[in-house]
């Protein structure tokens, strides 16, 4: 144990079931070892189970599982390795000391899945001890990857307005006074795009009128459901149709309409649209605008509003970035 306490304070993730405390070196000016256990089943679920390995876990760290005020604000001196020292490529998805969150995907090879493997995460480690981030991913299918790290939100193949998130809802249509909205219904893509698609007809009589499409990312029914979606890379989908179209992260609960969004025009022919946190307006108020920060712990809808035309579609909409365990209730 000496010599592990030699690597300053640290977290270590294993398997089993207790917690401990263990005193360090008197260099670490009466600093603790930190120590939690948890299974490495606890950080792959069944359905990230790889049909072939290496593969990619995902570590959530929060005011209940990490104390962020032991930590630099950019985790800079955060480190991944193995109990023999050895470093384990891993990326830092985000890192937000304020908020208390954090997000690191570590890579996981044949040999530490098998039953009984342990790893260490730390921290207060010098750069020497930090490994290569962009290892994490490397010779890993863009398929298995697509599946670790991505959600469909929906494709609109199965017949059904409901959505293919793990909590599936339906999707929704509505408008503002002085604004009218079709059902919201599946239909052929058209316009040169095999399949179906999502679609309202509508017309807006008066400025600041609207239409939208919409989902909630979990079942209604009862408080509203908020999802954390901080490690968002990108959200992807397929638009046409007429008018301005503004897309908007929201967090809806009773009396709050708050939001993230931007703001496009739509064409008669299909556009594959890519918005990452980054092209989100900068909080300003407008409409509930309280910008991504503040929003992406929360988010509870997903939204398409439109505005001066008279239809939309909308097709194979993708979050990037998350996973499906960010989407359970």
Same mark, same amino acid.
């Given at each position: 144990m000496r010599g592990?306490?030699?690597?300053?304070? +640290?977290?270590?993730?294993? /398997?089993?079931? =207790? &917690? =401990?405390?263990? +005193?360090?070196? @008197?260099?670490?000016?009466e600093n603790t070892l930190a120590a939690k256990t948890l299974s490495v089943d @606890? %950080?792959? $679920?069944?359905?990230?189970? $790889? !049909?072939?390995?290496?593969?990619?876990? *995902?570590?959530? /760290?929060?005011?209940? &599982?990490?104390d962020f005020s032991e930590v630099d604000s950019a985790g800079d001196e955060v480190a991944v390795q193995k109990l023999d020292s050895t470093p384990?490529?891993? =990326?830092?998805?985000?890192?937000?000391?304020? +908020?208390?969150?954090?997000?690191?995907?570590?890579?996981?090879? *044949?040999?530490?899945?098998?039953?009984?493997?342990?790893? !260490?995460?730390?921290?207060?480690?010098?750069?020497?001890?930090?490994s290569n981030p962009t290892a994490t991913w490397a +010779?890993? $299918?863009? @398929? !298995?990857? %697509?599946?670790?790290?991505?959600?469909?939100?929906?494709?609109?193949?199965?017949? @059904?307005?409901? &959505?293919?998130? $793990?909590?599936?809802?339906?999707?929704?249509?509505?408008?503002?006074?002085?604004?009218?909205?079709?059902a919201a219904a599946l239909a052929a893509a058209g316009a040169g795009r095999a399949g179906t698609a999502l679609r309202i007809a509508y017309t807006t009589k008066a400025a600041g009128a609207y239409a939208q499409i919409g989902t909630t990312l979990g079942a209604t029914g009862g408080a509203a459901k908020t999802y954390g979606l901080c490690? /968002?890379?990108? %959200?992807?989908?397929?638009?046409?149709?007429?008018?301005?179209?503004?897309?908007?992260?929201?967090?809806?609960?009773?009396s709050t309409d708050h939001k993230a969004w931007t703001h496009s025009t739509l064409d008669t022919a299909w556009r594959r649209v890519r918005i990452r946190p980054q092209d989100l307006d900068t909080a300003d108020?407008?409409?509930? &605008?309280?910008?991504?920060?503040?929003?992406?712990?929360?988010?509870?809808?997903?939204?398409?509003?439109?505005?001066?035309?008279?239809?939309?579609?909308i097709d194979d909409v993708r979050f990037h970035g998350v996973n499906r365990d960010d989407l359970k209730r």
């Amino acid at each position: 144990m000496r010599g592990f306490a030699l690597l300053g304070t +640290a977290l270590l993730f294993a /398997l089993g079931c =207790e &917690n =401990e405390r263990i +005193a360090g070196n @008197s260099s670490e000016t009466e600093n603790t070892l930190a120590a939690k256990t948890l299974s490495v089943d @606890s %950080l792959l $679920p069944g359905w990230s189970r $790889p !049909q072939r390995s290496p593969t990619v876990a *995902t570590i959530r /760290l929060d005011s209940t &599982n990490f104390d962020f005020s032991e930590v630099d604000s950019a985790g800079d001196e955060v480190a991944v390795q193995k109990l023999d020292s050895t470093p384990i490529p891993f =990326e830092m998805v985000y890192w937000n000391k304020a +908020a208390a969150l954090g997000r690191i995907e570590v890579r996981i090879d *044949t040999q530490m899945l098998k039953s009984g493997s342990r790893f !260490q995460l730390l921290w207060r480690q010098k750069a020497a001890v930090r490994s290569n981030p962009t290892a994490t991913w490397a +010779a890993i $299918p863009d @398929s !298995q990857k %697509l599946a670790l790290k991505s959600v469909l939100v929906d494709d609109f193949e199965r017949g @059904s307005l409901r &959505n293919r998130l $793990p909590d599936s809802a339906y999707w929704y249509a509505s408008s503002s006074e002085d604004a009218t909205n079709s059902a919201a219904a599946l239909a052929a893509a058209g316009a040169g795009r095999a399949g179906t698609a999502l679609r309202i007809a509508y017309t807006t009589k008066a400025a600041g009128a609207y239409a939208q499409i919409g989902t909630t990312l979990g079942a209604t029914g009862g408080a509203a459901k908020t999802y954390g979606l901080c490690s /968002l890379d990108s %959200l992807v989908l397929w638009v046409r149709g007429s008018g301005a179209i503004s897309i908007a992260f929201d967090y809806l609960v009773p009396s709050t309409d708050h939001k993230a969004w931007t703001h496009s025009t739509l064409d008669t022919a299909w556009r594959r649209v890519r918005i990452r946190p980054q092209d989100l307006d900068t909080a300003d108020g407008v409409g509930g &605008n309280i910008g991504w920060n503040n929003v992406c712990n929360r988010v509870t809808n997903l939204s398409f509003i439109v505005s001066g035309g008279t239809q939309l579609w909308i097709d194979d909409v993708r979050f990037h970035g998350v996973n499906r365990d960010d989407l359970k209730r």
